[in-house]
C-alpha cells in the first residue's frame, strides 16, 4: 500500500488538473463554452434524453442545466421533440450541426494536446492515458449503481 504521502502528492496534482482543463477550455469555440460542451458531448454519449436526465447526469441544477439546453438550442445544435411518453415533456438529441460542433472542439483539443505535450514520448503518452483510464474505473466502480444502498439518485443514474 502507497504511504500516506503520495495520496497526499496525488490530491495535490489532481487539484491542478483543474489548471489544465482551464487552458483546455480556452481552446473552446467561442460560441460555445464549457457548459455547452458538456451538453453536447453527454448527448453524442447517451443519446435522446429528456432535460432531467441531462441534469442528474451533469450533476447540476435543473435551472442550470436548462440554461445550457438553451444556449445549445438557440445555435441550432440539438432538436427538442415531444415525449410520446410524456407531452409536457421534450426529448433532446444531438444533431448534424451539433456532431459538427463537437468534432471541431475534439480537434482543438487534440491540436493544443499534442502541441503542450509535443517533448513527451508516446510511452509517457500511453502510460498517462493507463493510468487516468485506470483511476477513472477506481472511481466509477466504487460508486453505488441505482438500487443498491447509499446510492445518490442525482448523481449515478442508470
Not at 72 to 89: E, K, N
Not at 93 to 98: A, E
Request: with cysteine; aromatic share 4%.
Amino acid at each position: 500500500m502507497a504511504a500516506q504521502s503520495q495520496y497526499e502528492e496525488l490530491a495535490r496534482q489532481l487539484s491542478a488538473i483543474g489548471t489544465v482543463k482551464r487552458d483546455l477550455s480556452r481552446t473552446l469555440p467561442q460560441d460555445c463554452p464549457a457548459g455547452s460542451t458538456a451538453v453536447l458531448s453527454l448527448l453524442q454519449r447517451h443519446g435522446e434524453m429528456r432535460i432531467s436526465r441531462l441534469a442528474e447526469l451533469l450533476a447540476v441544477d435543473m435551472s442550470v442545466t436548462s440554461r445550457h439546453v438553451a444556449h445549445v438550442a438557440d445555435r441550432g445544435w440539438i432538436d427538442r421533440q415531444p415525449d410520446p411518453l410524456d407531452g409536457r415533456s421534450r426529448l433532446l438529441s444531438l444533431n448534424s450541426d451539433g456532431q459538427k460542433m463537437l468534432q471541431d472542439i475534439s480537434e482543438r483539443y487534440v491540436a493544443t494536446l499534442a502541441a503542450t505535450l509535443r517533448e513527451w514520448s508516446d510511452d509517457d503518452l500511453s502510460q498517462l492515458n493507463e493510468l487516468l483510464a485506470r483511476l477513472h474505473k477506481s472511481f466509477d466502480d466504487r460508486r453505488p449503481r441505482v438500487g443498491e444502498p447509499g446510492c445518490d439518485r442525482t448523481r449515478r443514474p442508470e
